[in-house]
């Protein structure tokens, strides 16, 4: 009696063993791992372009509203137009295109906030009267001094900073306005008088994306002859 023939079917039937199992489990195991490691490391990197982003377009919106504030500058009768004490810049600026709605006192400064040290800008409420003027004046270089509550409500913080410093351009050629070169020429002329530049210099900390020294130039936009 012969040996019965082996069945191609079952031999070929033949299924996994354990240990080709756990090398396949361990395989799809380390490719997952991988998959996630390399999809974190995706969210991290747009998490910090995206911080990037919005510190820099921060400061460009402060450098911007800067800017603005000193190209609406207004010199009104007994009044000062502009005004730098060392600690805070103040500004007499329209309000609005219709004289009728009065102006506003913009005061700039950096100060202490919850451990940092930002770039600040403090706004008044509209004025009409040399009276209200005044008062929102003397606000602003309380508020740059001393903040109460209230008067942080009327603040915006820009950007940290570890210094700032403004230079007048005045007889051509930039000094501090503390000094006897940057201040007004006439003493009669000196609460209305507007320099013909104002240099913003400030150093932002690390890690500012534009951490170090940051130097912003303004000309009176009616300055005869070009910019400073």
Do not use: C, K
């Amino acid at each position: 009696m012969g040996l019965p023939a082996s069945n191609p079917r079952r031999r070929h039937a033949r299924g996994f063993t354990l240990i080709e199992l756990l090398v396949a489990v361990s395989i799809m195991a380390l490719m997952t791992v991988m998959g996630w490691r390399a999809l974190d490391g995706m969210v991290q990197a747009a998490g910090h372009t995206r911080t990037h982003t919005d510190a820099v377009l921060t400061l460009e919106a402060g450098l911007a509203q800067w800017g603005a504030d000193l190209d609406a500058l207004i010199e009104l009768p007994h009044t000062t137009a502009i005004d730098w004490d060392g600690r805070a810049l103040r500004v007499t600026r329209r309000h609005s295109a219709d004289p009728g709605e009065g102006v506003l006192v913009v005061a700039w400064s950096r100060g202490a906030r919850e451990g940092a040290d930002p770039w600040l800008r403090w706004q008044s409420a509209p004025v009409r009267s040399r009276a209200d003027w005044q008062n929102a004046w003397d606000n602003a270089a309380q508020w740059a001094q001393s903040p109460s509550d209230l008067a942080r409500q009327q603040e915006v913080a820009i950007v940290p900073l570890t210094q700032w410093q403004v230079y007048f351009f005045r007889g051509g050629a930039w000094s501090n306005p503390l000094s006897s070169a940057g201040s007004a020429a006439a003493p009669d002329a000196s609460l209305t008088a507007v320099p013909d530049g104002v240099r913003l210099v400030m150093v932002a900390p690390a890690p500012h994306p534009l951490a170090g020294r940051i130097t912003r130039d303004w000309a009176r936009p009616t300055l005869a002859g070009g910019t400073p």
